[in-house]
Each structure stands twice: as structure tokens, then as C-alpha cells.
């Protein structure tokens, strides 16, 4: 399926035929389909489990690579907003030829994992990348480790702070492959921070979600009128 939309559980009928309206062709996965089938992937790993089960978040780790029918993966959250065509980020889909596949990430204001790095090195072996954001990227389905993961969940900073043990386990799953940062174009918004002039992507974080809906939506829609007028 060229577009995957994953439900976290907020979905209700009326939203999911909606989505199915406006996104044609897309495969919607509800959280009670993806709970079923996930608890028999996870049967044997139940840290893993049990992680899913207490983190929304959780699910752009192990849905996202479990229903991928296509060897690369990419990943948007829902909360940003493309102003201009993302070329760097669709290059990243096509690499010339002999260069090696690389995972893309954007770069977050600042370091938001779960665990302090140096925590992080001790149990892993693996340097975290500085400033990841998840929000966007391209990721590959075979970077799916259980074992890995297994064992990271069970650090007590993850539970600590599971809001971002998703973007943790992407960094240290991209550090593996090997990883390039999209650049300052695509921006992660600091909270109340206005401003699109120059940007490709926005993404709304945290406490700048409602601009989203007072900066960009009303942004997009006036773009979208004037092309329609030419």
C-alpha cells in the first residue's frame, strides 16, 4: 500500500470513514486489528509487549515495520505540514548507485530520549545521534531487531519516560544502519514558535500543536485556493 494510516486508538467510525474518503487507496489499520495481531508477533517478547501495550508511540516501532509490505518504510507523523516538494527527503529514497542505503531522520531542538546517553552507552554499546526526531524519516523494515528491543525496554528510564522511548529506540535502530540528517529546512518547532518563510516542513511538537491549526492549515488552504484560480 503506498499510504498506511495507523489508528492509536482515537479513531472512531466516523474518522476512519473519513480518512478513507479523503485518502483513496490508503489502508487504514484500526489499534483493535494491529492489537491482535501484534499480540501474536510479540508473544515471545514480552517486554516488548508490554511496552506497546503502555505507549501510543510504541506503534511507529512495531506496527509500522510489522504491516510494511515494501522493503523501505516512510514515516510521517500526523502533526506536520509540507509548504514546498521535500526533494532532499525523496532523494533519500533513491540513492545513486554504489552508495549504500542509508536511514533519514530530522533534527529535533533538542535531545529528547528517554535515558541519558551515557546510560544508553553503557547498555547498548551505541552512541545516540544528537537532536533525532522521529517525526519524519525513511526507515527500512528489516532494522526490526526484537531481540534489541527486548532488552532495551526493560531499562527503568523507558518506563520513566515513554514518550520518548519510540524516538530513542529509532536513533539507536538508525545508528545501526547508519544515519543522515535532513537539514535545517525541515524544522521541529520550539513550543509557540511562529514562522514558515524558508521552511519545507513544519512539524507541530508539544505545546505548538495548535499552530498547526492557527499557522499552517489556514496557510495551506490559501495556497491551495490560489492554485485553484490559476
Known amino acids: 500500500d503506498p499510504l498506511c494510516i495507523h489508528d492509536d486508538g482515537s479513531l472512531d467510525e466516523t474518522c476512519i470513514r473519513q480518512l478513507g ?25 514480552p517486554h516488548c509487549w508490554r511496552y506497546r501495550q503502555g ?15 515494501a522493503p523501505r518504510i516512510a514515516i510521517m507523523d500526523s502533526d506536520q505540514a509540507f509548504f514546498a516538494r521535500p526533494d532532499d527527503y525523496l532523494r533519500a529514497f533513491d540513492p545513486p548507485v554504489g552508495q549504500p542505503e542509508r ?31 522521529s517525526g519524519l524519516g525513511l526507515v527500512y523494515r528489516d532494522m526490526m531487531d526484537l531481540e534489541f528491543i527486548e532488552r ?11 514518550m520518548w522511548a519510540e524516538q530513542t529506540l529509532w536513533a ?11 537539514g535545517p529546512a525541515y524544522h521541529v518547532a520550539l513550543p509557540e514558535e511562529r514562522g ?34 490559476r
Open 103 to 133: 536511514v533519514v531522520f530530522t533534527q529535533d531542538f533538542q535531545n529528547a530520549y528517554a535515558a541519558p546517553r551515557w546510560r544508553v552507552k553503557a547498555s547498548t554499546g551505541l552512541d545516540l545521534p544528537d537532536r533525532l526526531n
Open 21 to 45: 474518503t479523503l485518502f483513496s487507496g490508503a489502508r487504514i489499520i484500526t489499534r483493535a486489528e494491529s492489537d491482535r495481531d501484534l499480540g501474536h508477533y510479540l508473544k515471545n517478547h
Open 55 to 69: 505507549s501510543k508511540l510504541s506503534l511507529k516501532v512495531f506496527d509500522f515495520c510489522y504491516y510494511a509490505r
Open 172 to 182: 539507536l535502530l538508525a545508528v545501526r544502519r547508519g544515519l543522515d540528517a535532513l
Open 196 to 229: 514558515i518563510d524558508q521552511l519545507v516542513m513544519k512539524h507541530y511538537v508539544g505545546r505548538s500543536h495548535r499552530l498547526f491549526f492557527v499557522e499552517a492549515v489556514p496557510h495551506l488552504r490559501k495556497r491551495l485556493n490560489m492554485d485553484a484560480k
Open 152 to 162: 532495551f525496554v526493560q531499562l527503568p528510564e523507558v518506563w520513566d519516560k515513554r
